[in-house]
């Protein structure tokens, strides 16, 4: 049996980004890549940064720090 493994581009990346309001930091340097055919789940207590991870994804605000391509 032989096994291949192939190379994908990310379809999402996100590059040591951070984002905070105020003194409150949500997001605190995320780094990630997703690729083709994964399945992620973001978890967390209320205040972890999912849902500003999720809008910095969407373009629905900017990174204070980082890119997210």
Same mark, same amino acid.
């Given at each position: 049996?032989?096994?291949?493994?192939?190379?994908?581009?990310?379809?999402?990346?996100?590059?040591?980004?951070?984002?905070?309001? *105020?003194?409150?930091? +949500?997001?605190?340097?995320? /780094? %990630?890549? &997703?690729?083709? =055919?994964?399945?992620?789940?973001?978890? *967390?207590?209320?205040? +972890?940064?999912?849902?500003? /991870? %999720?809008? &910095?994804?969407? =373009?629905?605000?900017?990174?204070?720090? *980082?890119?997210?391509?």
């Amino acid at each position: 049996m032989t096994t291949t493994t192939a190379i994908t581009t990310a379809v999402v990346a996100f590059d040591q980004v951070s984002k905070g309001f *105020g003194d409150v930091r +949500a997001v605190d340097g995320l /780094t %990630l890549a &997703l690729h083709p =055919g994964e399945t992620v789940a973001l978890l *967390g207590p209320n205040g +972890a940064g999912k849902s500003t /991870t %999720l809008d &910095l994804l969407l =373009g629905l605000s900017q990174p204070d720090a *980082g890119t997210v391509p």
